[in-house]
């Protein structure tokens, strides 16, 4: 604290007297002036009281250090180019050495502008020769182009260019330029001054209308975008961008020399309402407003538009004129339409939409612009021709020429028409046709030889030569003309050859997989080949027969094999186990089952499991034989009993876990009757030691008779339960009570066995039954040999039961089809298929064959379907039978040998009735062809006869009386209704003479062959 500030506390201890600061407030003194170089600053001191005299002091700041200014002590000061970049303050003292301080104010450099004062001129800052050093240039890093508005400087947007082209907003205002280095130095440019705008709006132009000086009701004027000029001081005239402008609108309507507004029409376009021929508003202007800037400016478009619906009348009338009525009171185009039609749709195309729309008889000249073209375009082709012109041209260009309707043809001038015609009747490449039709109906029905058969074989022999065939009839018929391609007969045998040489050549492409595979690779393959031929019918059978030869060579590639597996599998059955022949047998085992798996073509499932179960049998007999010679090489009188024993229990022992089947391996089974007997150690007398030896008989005794398990049981039980009533030492001299506890375990076994045959013997479902049952033959093949003996009789009473279940699929396990088909009747497949259904799951899986009967099922069902849809469509449909028929497989026709069905009340074969209606479709050629040439003689050179009524009666009774199958043959039967259509058509406008505008208007839509068959009816 201060010796000051201690005082003042002292004399006055209630309150704080603060002291007085050195200087006052800034703001009471300010420094007038830009602050750039080569001007003047000024102390403005007009805030300090008025009774006292100022001392002033000018200093540079830099940073908190104040510079005096040397000699500065006037209320002015004129800043120097070296003080550009440097604070300056001015003090300001007064007569009682009160200091007011100014803000600082930094000094900026100056830089010159150059370029126009007006709006739209340009502005360029000129930064060159302001470096004040060589060594250091000045770099400057920001522009920025200012308005002066209410002394106050504001930045112009996105002006940031050394160049400016001046804006508006700069109109009759101040700018400058400012530029910084990258040092801090700041440069500005003086104030420029830019002139007033003098804004005028040029001449209102309209678009979007007719054209010239009016508008129809529903036309819409848009006002193009105005231009807006300015002009500068010296009267140049400076073009304002749009941008620049901001535009309202006003449309208003004219009444005498006064305007009347429209209610909000303000938009830059305005639509014509359609009520305004009725209203007092008819000729239109626009008032345009453009502001720029705060200026505005305003102009009424000099020219009014009128709205007038003169001009449509006057096309109207112009298209009124292309229509008259000939001699005939026929409606027909004026004979001048050519010169005027042109002239009239030119007008037309300059309206606008909505007046277009205001036209109410366009679609005529629409009508006759359209028909022009087509005759004229028609009437150039006919021209073209001569006498070497195809036939098939001018067959086209007719059949385009007829469907010109009335009015159309009377464009028709120079008679062109019948210039065609007479080119028709002297083309020579009619009657060439019709003999180029015979021999295609020829080719096609030699396809089948003499006589149609529905499954006989194609004349061709296989089908290299139907393709050939086939070809030849397609190149031919391609070669006809479209009018005659219609016509050809036999299409439906075509049809079927062509899809029987496809299903054909696809089987036989099924070869190309037999290149380089293995033995079994070709029997799989030559399985699915022969599955596939099976399916064809016996047409396409017929023509791949050539290649059954290679087929059969696949099927037989393992051939050899297979009677390897049969010559090895007889020698392993003829062969008893011994030692001489035990290392062949397991081998030929091995190999066989070796054999059996890698072959395709081996399909005995229970001769491999038999293979596979002996192969299991003879490894486990083996282990067992192996034991019996280690006990009969310790069965010396060297080797001590012990031993001995032990080993004679281990071989029992093994020996006795084996199946009675793997007993019969075991070839040196009677080593076991050397039975070790201990001469090491005198016989005992003793009680205990008689006791245990009959205990020991007994044993030997109840496990020796296995005949009866009942009695075998029930003796192991009580000598089990008297084995535990012995004393210690009567048990000492048990030797065999081993062989006790294997029999309690046997008895065990049997009894756990006996349960499940029971289980299953009682088990109410014969499906779940059959599946215990063999769950029960498996559980009985684990058992050893002397428990088996012990189950055998419940074994037989499974395997009895077991007989009753397959005695229905064994008669199944005969081969059901050949290479030619089925070999039973329909009914008798059914049977065996019932057979099929009716068995099990495993036991299907028994059946060898069963491929064959899925595919029987499959092929039962399409015959009973076919067969259905034999009796529907006998009468209604006969063509979709032999459709339906020829579908069929070969497999599937030979189901139908001997099959009968109701025909007229009768049973008749039904292949035979197929027959029949095969020949009949054939027979039926001959009236389908007459047929055809009646109803193509209707018309003549393109006309039709005279007497068209009579014959049209005539063919229709005739087509009546064909079959349903006939009819579908007759091709040009739309000719017939059409001729039969055209007679009704012309009959009915007959009728309408009375009424001449319906009249006119119906025979108009007439073609060339209708107005000529209305001449006929009506002469």
Do not use: C
Request: net charge neutral; charged share 25%; proline share 2%.
């Amino acid at each position: 604290m201060t010796k000051t500030k201690f005082l003042l506390m002292a004399v006055a201890p209630a309150a704080i007297i603060m002291p007085i600061d050195a200087h006052a407030a800034s703001e009471q003194v300010t420094i007038e002036g830009s602050g750039i170089v080569g001007t003047e600053l000024k102390a403005d001191i007009t805030s300090l009281p008025k009774d006292s005299n100022y001392q002033y002091e000018w200093y540079f700041v830099n940073a908190s250090v104040e510079e005096p200014i040397s000699s500065q002590t006037s209320h002015s000061y004129l800043i120097p180019a070296e003080a550009i970049g440097k604070s300056i303050i001015v003090k300001v003292t007064d007569d009682r050495g009160k200091i007011y301080e100014s803000k600082k104010i930094v000094v900026k450099g100056t830089l010159p502008i150059e370029g126009n004062d007006y709006v739209n001129g340009q502005l360029v800052a000129k930064i060159e020769g302001l470096s004040s050093s060589t060594d250091k240039p000045t770099v400057f890093t920001n522009f920025q182009w200012y308005v002066v508005e209410d002394n106050k400087a504001k930045p112009i947007a996105n002006e940031t260019k050394l160049e400016l082209v001046i804006p508006p907003l700069a109109a009759d205002k101040s700018i400058f330029f400012e530029a910084k280095t990258e040092d801090g130095l700041i440069y500005v440019s003086p104030n420029k001054k830019i002139q007033k705008l003098n804004l005028n709006i040029e001449a209102i132009e309209f678009e979007g209308f007719t054209g010239g000086d009016f508008v129809v009701p529903g036309d819409t004027l848009k006002v193009k975008i105005p231009v807006v000029t300015t002009e500068t001081n010296t009267s140049q005239k400076i073009t304002l961008a749009s941008k620049q402008v901001s535009f309202t609108y006003q449309w208003l309507y004219k009444i005498g020399s006064s305007y009347s507004i429209i209610p909000n029409a303000t938009t830059p376009s305005y639509m014509i309402p359609k009520d305004t021929q009725e209203s007092a508003m008819k000729d239109i202007v626009v008032k345009v407003t453009a502001k720029v800037g705060d200026q505005v400016v305003s102009a009424i478009a000099l020219t009014p538009i009128s709205i007038s619906d003169d001009h449509i009348q006057a096309i109207e009338k112009q298209i009124g004129t292309l229509l008259t009525v000939d001699s005939h009171k026929r409606v027909v185009y004026t004979n001048d339409i050519q010169s005027v039609i042109a002239q009239i749709e030119n007008q037309y195309q300059k309206l606008t939409s909505a007046a277009k729309s205001q036209v109410t008889n366009y679609s005529i000249l629409q009508r006759a612009v359209a028909d022009m073209a087509k005759v004229e375009r028609i009437a150039e082709k006919i021209k073209a021709l001569d006498e070497k012109t195809s036939l098939q041209t001018l067959q086209q260009l007719k059949a385009e020429y007829d469907q010109l309707d009335y009015l159309q043809r009377s464009l028709d001038t120079g008679n062109s028409y019948q210039q065609l015609l007479k080119l028709l009747l002297e083309n020579p490449d009619s009657q060439k046709e019709l003999v180029k039709l015979g021999e295609i109906n020829g080719l096609i029905t030699a396809l089948l030889g003499d006589v149609i058969d529905p499954i006989q074989q194609y004349a061709p022999e296989n089908t290299n030569v139907l393709a050939e065939k086939i070809a030849e009839i397609d190149v031919k018929i391609n070669a006809l003309l479209p009018g005659y391609k219609m016509v050809v007969q036999n299409q439906a045998i075509l049809t079927m050859a062509k899809a029987d040489l496809k299903s054909a050549q696809k089987f036989e492409k099924l070869f190309d997989k037999l290149q380089g595979q293995t033995s079994k690779q070709k029997v799989a393959t030559a399985k699915s080949i022969r599955s596939a031929y099976l399916k064809l019918n016996l047409r396409q059978q017929a023509l791949v027969e050539y290649r059954l030869s290679l087929l059969e060579e696949a099927e037989n590639a393992e051939a050899t094999e297979l009677d390897t597996i049969a010559q090895l599998i007889q020698e392993v059955e003829n062969t008893d186990a011994s030692k001489e022949t035990w290392d062949k047998l397991l081998a030929n085992v091995k190999t066989i089952i070796s054999l059996q798996k890698s072959l395709k073509s081996y399909n005995d499932v229970a001769k491999t499991n038999e293979m596979i179960q002996m192969q299991k049998d003879l490894k486990a007999a083996e282990k067992v034989i192996s034991q019996l010679e280690k006990y009969n090489s310790v069965f010396t009188t060297e080797t001590k009993y012990n031993k001995i024993q032990s080993a004679f229990n281990s071989a029992l022992k093994a020996y006795n876990k084996l199946t009675i089947t793997q007993q019969k391996y075991v070839y040196n089974a009677n080593i076991l009757d050397k039975i070790p007997i201990n001469s090491e150690t005198p016989s005992e007398t003793n009680d205990d030691a008689t006791a245990g030896k009959k205990f020991s008989d007994d044993i030997n005794t109840a496990i020796k008779d296995s005949s009866n398990f009942e009695n075998y049981a029930r003796s192991v039980d009580e000598l089990v339960n008297k084995y535990k009533e012995l004393s210690k030492g009567v048990k000492k001299y048990v030797t065999n009570y081993a062989d006790l506890k294997a029999a309690e375990a046997n008895v065990k076994a049997v009894r756990s066995f006996e349960k499940k045959v029971n289980d299953a013997l009682n088990e109410a479902d014969s499906n779940k039954q059959y599946s215990k049952m063999q769950a029960v033959l498996k559980a009985y093949s684990k058992l050893n040999a002397i428990q088996q003996k012990l189950a055998e009789a419940l074994y037989n009473q499974i395997n009895e039961k077991i007989m009753e279940h397959t005695t229905g699929y064994n008669d199944l396990n005969e081969e059901l089809v050949d290479a030619n088909g089925y070999i039973f009747s329909l009914n008798a497949v059914k049977d065996k298929i019932n057979k099929y259904n009716a068995l099990f799951s495993t036991e299907k899986k028994l059946i060898t064959n069963a491929q064959d009967i899925k595919q029987a099922i499959h092929d039962v069902k399409a015959v009973e379907s076919f067969i259905k849809k034999f009796q529907t469509n006998l009468e209604k449909n006969p063509s979709a039978i032999i459709k339906d028929f020829r579908k069929l497989t070969t497999l599937q026709v030979s189901l139908l040998k001997g099959y009968e069905v109701e025909v007229n009340g009768q049973l008749t074969s039904l292949l035979e009735e197929i027959n029949k209606m095969e020949t009949s479709e054939q027979t039926a050629n001959d009236l389908v062809v007459e047929m055809i040439d009646l109803i193509n003689e209707l018309q003549k050179d393109g006309y039709y006869v005279s007497d068209i009524e009579s014959r049209l009666m005539e063919i229709r009774n005739k087509y009546n009386s064909l079959t349903a199958m006939q009819q579908k043959l007759v091709k040009n039967y739309s000719k017939l209704t059409q001729a039969e259509s055209d007679v009704q058509k012309v009959k009915e406008v007959k009728l309408l003479e009375g009424d001449e505008e319906a009249w006119q208007k119906a025979y108009n839509k007439f073609s060339k062959k209708l107005e000529q068959l209305y001449e006929v009816i009506n002469p």
